[in-house]
C-alpha cells in the first residue's frame, strides 16, 4: 500500500503572497487533493528580523480568499518555526551524539577572509574543515560530510535526475554560534517530522536540496520525493517582480478576479491538459499531477487571466456573483442590495465584465439614482413634453396589480398607443429617467429588477429635471 501523501506550504512571512508563492501553494494542494492526501501549511518564521505578524495574517487571508484550505496548520496546530526550537536542539544533539555533527570556533573574519580568497580565485568557497577533529564542545554545530567522491542525486519529479558533486558542497552549518538553527536545518527536522512525502517548492530552493539530503541522511531518515516548481516571469522573461505590475495576490482580488479564475490561471501557468483552458476547481483536483508541470519557466499573462476570469464570471450562477460583488459595492461606498436582488441586477452584465469591479461599475445604475442625464438624450427628451408623459407613465404604473416586466410592457404599450408615439419613444425615455444613460439591458426587466418604489421615485425626479429651466 502506498504512503498517504503529505505535502506542505512553507512561505516566509517576509511579505504579502505573490503569485509564485500562491501557484506553489495551490500545486501543493492540489495534489494533496488528488491523492486524498494532507495539505500543511508551515509558517517559515526563524527570520525574526524579516517576518511579521501583519505578514503571516496577509498571507493565511489570500490563501483563504483563494480557496486553499490547510488540513494542518495555523491557528490550530503551532506549525510556526519559532514555536519548534525545542525540537531543532533535540535533532542538533543527536547529530552530534552520533558523530555526523561537530561544534567550530572559527572567527568569523576568518571565514571571511577564506570567502574572499575563494572568490578571487573564482572557486566555489568550502569551509576547511578546520575544526572537524578538535572535539570541541561549543560553538557553531556544522555537519559533517563524508567525503567520499560520490555525487549527491536529487531525484526531482519535474526535473528528472540531477546530479550535485559533492565538491561543490561543504560542512554546511546547522546551528549558528548564538544557538540559532539555519534556514536548511530547520526545513529537514520540520519535513522530517512533519512526516511530509513530497515537498513541491519554488525551484530557486534546488540549490538547498543536495545539503538537505545529506542533513537526512546524517540523521537516518529517508527523503522525501522533491518536485522543484518553475520560477513565474514576466513579458521580458526576467524573474516577475513588480516591476512587472502587480504581484501580491491581494492586488488581483482587490481588482476583482474571483478567485477560482485566479486558481485555474495559476493552475495552467506551467501546467496543461491538453488543449482545455478552463478548468472548474474539481476537474483541476481529478486532472492534476506534479510530473505534468512544465520544468521551464511560465510567463505571467495578464490579458489571458482576464479573459479567464470572464468566462469564469459568465459561469456563476447569480447568487454567487451577488456575494462576490457585495465587498465591492461596499467598498464603491453603496448599499448592497440583498443577494436575490443583487444577482438580477449583475447577471445581465456577465457576458461582459473581465472583473467584479467592471461588474459593479456597469451595474452601478441600479445601486445608486443618476446624479445627472445624458445631455444629448436630456435635450430632446427632458422636455415639457417629456415631463407630461413622466407624469403618466407615473400613474400608469402606481396602480399596476403586479410589478414584474410581464405586466409593465403592457401598460406602456398601451400608454405609447394612447399618445400616438411608438413604444421607443416610452421606453427611451424611461432608461434615461431611471438610469441617467441611454443604453441598459431591457428596459422593463430593469423596472421590475429596480422595484415598483424605486421606478417611480426616479421618474419623479426625472419629471422635476424636465420642468427645470435649462
Ligand atoms: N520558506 C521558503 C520560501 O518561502 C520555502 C522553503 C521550502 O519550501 O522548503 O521560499
Request: neutral net charge.
Amino acid at each position: 500500500m502506498s504512503e498517504a501523501v503529505r505535502v506542505r506550504f512553507a512561505p516566509s512571512p517576509t511579505g504579502h503572497l505573490h503569485v509564485g508563492g500562491a501557484r506553489t501553494a495551490l500545486f501543493n494542494w492540489l495534489y494533496a487533493r488528488h491523492h486524498g492526501g494532507t495539505f500543511i501549511l508551515r509558517i517559515e518564521d526563524t527570520d525574526r528580523s524579516r517576518s511579521t505578524e501583519e505578514h503571516i495574517a496577509a498571507i493565511l487571508e489570500a490563501l483563504e480568499w483563494l480557496g486553499l484550505e490547510w488540513d494542518e496548520g495555523p491557528p490550530a496546530t503551532g506549525y510556526r518555526q519559532t514555536e519548534r526550537l525545542a525540537l531543532y536542539r533535540e535533532h542538533a544533539e543527536r547529530l552530534v551524539a552520533a558523530g555526523a555533527a561537530y561544534h567550530c570556533d572559527c572567527p568569523p573574519e576568518q571565514l571571511d577572509a577564506e570567502r574572499r580568497a575563494a572568490e578571487a580565485a573564482k572557486v566555489t568557497f568550502r569551509y576547511s574543515g578546520r575544526c572537524r577533529e578538535r572535539g570541541l564542545a561549543a560553538g557553531a554545530l556544522r555537519l559533517r560530510i563524508r567525503d567520499d567522491g560520490a555525487p549527491v542525486v536529487v531525484r526531482d519529479l519535474i526535473h528528472g535526475v540531477v546530479t550535485f558533486e559533492r565538491a561543490q558542497l561543504d560542512d554546511w552549518i546547522l546551528v549558528r554560534t548564538d544557538g540559532t538553527p539555519t534556514y536548511n536545518f530547520c526545513v529537514v527536522v520540520d519535513d522530517v517530522t512533519m512526516r511530509i512525502t513530497h515537498v513541491i517548492r519554488g525551484n530557486d530552493h534546488l540549490s538547498n536540496t543536495p545539503k538537505q539530503v545529506l542533513c537526512y541522511e546524517a540523521l537516518g531518515y529517508r527523503t522525501p520525493e522533491f518536485a522543484h516548481v518553475s520560477m513565474i516571469l514576466g513579458a521580458d522573461r526576467g524573474r516577475l517582480s513588480k516591476r512587472h505590475g502587480a504581484t501580491a495576490v491581494q492586488a488581483f482580488r482587490d481588482d476583482g478576479f474571483p478567485p477560482d479564475a485566479m486558481v485555474n490561471y495559476l493552475a495552467r501557468l506551467g501546467w496543461s491538459s491538453g488543449d482545455q483552458e478552463i478548468f472548474t476547481r474539481p476537474e483541476l483536483i481529478e486532472r492534476f499531477d506534479i510530473k505534468d508541470v512544465a520544468a521551464s519557466g511560465a510567463v505571467f499573462d495578464r490579458a489571458k487571466l482576464e479573459w479567464l476570469s470572464q468566462e469564469h464570471l459568465k459561469a456563476t450562477p447569480p447568487a454567487r456573483l451577488a456575494a462576490m460583488a457585495a465587498p465591492f459595492i461596499a467598498r464603491a461606498g453603496l448599499p448592497v442590495p440583498d443577494p436575490g436582488r443583487l444577482g438580477g441586477m449583475l447577471a445581465p452584465f456577465r457576458e461582459r465584465a473581465k472583473t467584479l469591479v467592471e461588474l459593479v461599475d456597469q451595474a452601478r445604475f441600479y445601486l445608486e439614482r443618476p446624479a445627472g442625464y445624458e445631455p444629448r438624450a436630456a435635450a430632446t427628451l427632458l422636455t415639457p413634453e417629456g415631463a407630461r408623459r413622466l407624469d403618466l407613465l407615473v400613474a400608469r404604473l402606481e396602480t399596476l396589480p403586479a410589478f414584474d416586466a410581464g405586466a409593465i410592457e403592457p401598460a406602456v404599450r398601451a400608454l405609447a398607443a394612447e399618445l400616438g408615439v411608438k413604444l421607443v419613444e416610452l421606453a427611451q425615455l424611461a432608461r434615461l429617467a431611471v438610469t441617467g444613460r441611454t443604453a441598459s439591458p431591457p428596459i422593463f426587466d430593469v423596472l421590475e429588477t429596480l422595484g415598483r418604489e424605486e421606478t417611480l421615485a426616479r421618474l419623479r425626479a426625472a419629471r422635476a429635471a424636465a420642468e427645470a429651466p435649462a
